[in-house]
């Protein structure tokens, strides 16, 4: 297989019951970009047959890779997809696509311009819509990139959207300082982005709210918990490595 321009990385727990249709849409929209692509799906360790299903998909399709992984949260399984892919460009997506992927095309490069290290799909933004929200989900999340912005990382308005696309040197550097696993990862990447002087920016995406998204009330207020756990942790200086590699950065890019 020739180097892919892009990798997407999909993260999966318990998603049998979908997961071929996504890898069905996902490779059908890719091919055609008109660039050599893979995308990779990081199962952390399902209970149900979505292994399986990915192997499946994989031998009829070899641009399609499965990683199996212990159980250890969304963070930990996009961190190993991450520096797992090949790509020069590596996108996150959620395995229920409600962002659908067709929309992947406003993340990548165009023209000329410059193009940010990091680009964060973002319900808030303008020109981004949400579908079929309920009050109290989009409250709590309301609620925890106002913490977020507080505690950690201020001007981002939409840390938590599930689509966000990392350039190779980017993703290199970021994702083996990362320590969190659980649903305060994209936090603690993004605080790590900008202490080690990459550029981001917030792209504006259709979301759908989908009803079997895995976010309870438990990841919700463990959450909260990764919030204070990355201030604490830049008190204690544990991020310090992140500033180290924006000279590296830097050099790569020029």
Not at 54 to 74: F, N, T
Not at 143 to 155: H, Q, S, T, W, Y
Not at 212 to 235: E, K, P
Request: glycine fraction near 10%; proline fraction near 4%; charge should be neutral.
């Amino acid at each position: 297989m020739s180097q892919p321009y892009l990798s997407v990385v999909i993260p999966a727990f318990n998603e049998a019951a979908g997961i071929a249709g996504t890898l069905d849409a996902v490779v059908a929209d890719l091919d055609t970009l008109g660039h050599p692509f893979e995308v990779i799906v990081v199962d952390d360790g399902s209970a149900d047959e979505t292994a399986a299903r990915v192997a499946a998909c994989a031998a009829v399709e070899p641009r399609i890779r499965l990683i199996r992984a212990g159980h250890s949260g969304k963070g930990g399984a996009v961190r190993r997809g991450m520096l797992e892919a090949r790509g020069d460009w590596r996108f996150l997506a959620d395995a229920d696509l409600s962002m659908p992927i067709a929309q992947v095309r406003r993340f990548l490069p165009s023209g000329a311009d410059p193009h940010p290290d990091i680009l964060i799909g973002s319900r808030e933004t303008a020109g981004a819509e949400r579908v079929a929200e309920p009050w109290h989900r989009h409250l709590l999340g309301r609620l925890f990139n106002r913490m977020a912005r507080l505690l950690v990382i201020d001007g981002i308005q939409d840390t938590q959207c599930g689509y966000k696309l990392f350039s190779a040197a980017a993703a290199e550097a970021l994702f083996p300082l990362q320590t969190l696993d659980g649903f305060g990862f994209d936090v603690e990447v993004l605080f790590l982005a900008r202490r080690a002087g990459f550029t981001l920016r917030e792209v504006p995406v259709t979301w759908t709210y989908r009803t079997r998204t895995t976010v309870t009330a438990w990841s919700g207020a463990a959450g909260f918990v990764d919030l204070l756990t990355v201030r604490w942790n830049q008190m204690r200086g544990r991020y310090r490595q992140a500033r180290a590699v924006r000279g590296q950065a830097s050099q790569e890019k020029s």
